[in-house]
């Protein structure tokens, strides 16, 4: 049985509105953060400002990782 592309995105995009629906309705925090940055996103300075935070975000895992595994290969001296 061959299954038709669009069913697969209608099928996806029904799971990714669900898990975006339990977690608005279920964790304040989130909701919380939808609350606010969703409206800043229709604006230039908002979408600016929504880039500049996921790329201090990425930015500040790479260096995180980067850090662990430099002292996972040389540990410091007790």
């Known amino acids: 049985m061959r299954l038709c592309m669009s069913s ?8 990714c509105a669900c898990v975006v629906s339990a977690l608005l309705i279920l964790v304040l925090p989130v909701r919380c953060v939808v609350t606010v940055t969703v409206p800043s996103l229709g604006t230039k300075e908002g979408r600016k400002i929504f880039l500049s935070v996921a790329l201090f975000c990425a930015i500040s895992v790479c260096v995180r ?8 290969q040389h540990p410091p001296y007790a």
């Open 8 to 15: 697969v995105v209608v099928a996806i995009a029904g799971v």
């Open 65 to 72: 990782t980067q850090h662990d595994q430099q002292c996972r």
